[in-house]
C-alpha cells in the first residue's frame, strides 16, 4: 500500500514537472539572483569605505578622547575629538521626533484601520505615502522660516537663542516620519483577523475597547517596527537638522531651544571636497558615519528581536 502512494506521488511530481527546459524561469531566477549579490556586494563595499580609514585615525588621535571627552572641535586651531556633543545633538533631535510621530502616526494608523470609512481610507492613505516623498529640504525650510518663529511667538518665555533650535529639528524630522509610522502601523493593525475583532464585539466590547484592547496588542510586533523605522529615518536626517538646528557649540549641550550639531549635519557641512584627503578631519568624517552605522545597525537588532519576541501567528 505504501509502495502504491509513493509511485503515485512520484508520478505526480514528474508530471508537475515540465519536459522542455524553461529558459525564461532561468533568466529571472539569474536576474533576481543578480540583483541580490550586488545589493549585498554594495552594502559590503559602503561598510569597507566607512572603517578602513579608522585604524589610521586612531594612530593619530586617542580612540579614549574619541569616546569620553565632551568637546568636538575638528579642525579647530586646538583640536578636541570627542564625539559626545554630536552624539547628544542626533539624540535630542531623535527623541523630540518620536515624541511627535509616535503618538500622531498610532492615532492616525487607530482611525485609518478602525474607524474610517473605506472612501475615506482610500483617500487618505495614498496622501500618506506620497507626503513621505516631500522632499526634506523642503521641510527644513518650513521649519526654519516659519515653525521657529510662530513657536517663539507662541511660547516667549521659554529660553529661545539664537537662530536655530534642536528641538524644533526634531519636531520637524517627527512631521516627516508621522506618514512613515502610520502607514506602516495601520498595514500591522489591518493584518489582525477579523475573527478577533468579532470576538470581542461579542462580549460586548466597544470600538474604541476594540482597537486598544484587541488590536493594538495583536499587531504590535509590527507597530514596533514601524517605530524602528521612523527612529532610522530620523537618525539619518541630514537636511532638516543642517538648516534647522544649525552647528551648535562644540561643547556638550542638552538644550533643545539652542542649535547643536548633529553627526549627519557634521558628515554633509565637511564633506565638501575642501578638506585635504587622508588628514584627520578628513577621516574624522569616516569615524563619524561608522558610528552611525553602528547605531542604527544595533538599533535595527534590537527591533529584531522585539518583534521575535512579541510577534503574534494566526492562521
Given at each position: ?24 524561469e ?20 559602503i561598510?569597507?569605505a ?8 586612531f ?9 569620553t ?19 547628544v ?21 487607530i ?13 487618505i ?20 522660516f ?22 524644533v ?17 495601520d ?43 521612523g ?13 534647522v ?19 549627519t ?28 552605522f ?10 529584531i528581536?522585539?518583534?521575535k ?7
Amino acid at each position: 500500500m505504501s509502495s502504491t502512494v509513493m509511485s503515485e506521488r512520484s508520478d505526480r511530481t514528474r508530471a508537475l514537472r515540465s519536459d522542455k527546459p524553461r529558459y525564461g524561469e532561468k533568466v529571472i531566477f539569474g536576474f533576481l539572483f543578480i540583483t541580490a549579490a550586488v545589493s549585498v556586494a554594495v552594502t559590503t563595499a559602503i561598510v569597507l569605505a566607512l572603517f578602513q580609514p579608522l585604524p589610521g585615525l586612531f594612530q593619530e588621535i586617542s580612540i579614549v578622547e574619541f569616546f569620553t571627552a565632551t568637546e568636538w572641535s575638528p579642525g579647530f586651531l586646538k583640536p578636541v575629538y570627542g564625539v559626545w556633543p554630536i552624539v547628544v545633538g542626533t539624540l535630542i533631535v531623535v527623541i523630540t521626533a518620536l515624541i511627535v510621530a509616535i503618538p500622531l502616526g498610532l492615532l492616525s494608523a487607530i482611525y485609518l484601520s478602525e474607524y474610517a470609512p473605506n472612501a475615506v481610507r482610500k483617500t487618505i492613505k495614498p496622501v500618506l505615502e506620497i507626503l513621505e516623498g516631500i522632499p526634506t529640504v523642503a521641510t527644513g525650510l518650513f521649519a526654519f522660516f516659519w515653525l521657529r518663529p510662530f513657536l517663539e511667538y507662541l511660547t516667549p518665555w521659554l529660553p529661545w537663542g539664537g537662530l536655530f533650535s534642536t528641538g524644533v529639528a526634531g519636531i520637524a524630522v517627527g512631521l516627516i516620519i508621522v506618514p512613515l509610522i502610520a502607514s506602516v502601523s495601520d498595514d500591522a493593525m489591518r493584518s489582525v483577523p477579523r475573527s478577533l475583532r468579532e470576538g470581542a464585539y461579542a462580549l460586548g466590547a466597544g470600538k474604541m475597547r476594540v482597537a486598544l484592547r484587541v488590536v493594538v496588542p495583536a499587531a504590535f510586533s509590527g507597530i514596533i517596527a514601524a517605530f524602528v523605522l521612523g527612529a532610522s529615518r530620523a537618525v539619518g536626517e541630514t537636511m532638516i537638522v543642517l538648516l534647522v538646528a544649525g552647528a551648535g557649540s562644540p561643547s556638550l549641550n542638552f538644550n533643545p531651544f539652542e542649535g547643536i550639531q548633529t553627526m549627519t549635519a557634521y558628515i554633509a557641512s565637511r564633506a565638501t571636497g575642501e578638506i585635504a584627503v587622508g588628514s584627520v578631519v578628513y577621516d574624522t568624517i569616516f569615524a563619524v558615519g561608522a558610528l552611525l552605522f553602528v547605531i542604527t545597525l544595533a538599533m535595527n537588532m534590537l527591533a529584531i528581536r522585539f518583534v521575535k519576541r512579541f510577534r503574534e501567528v494566526y492562521e
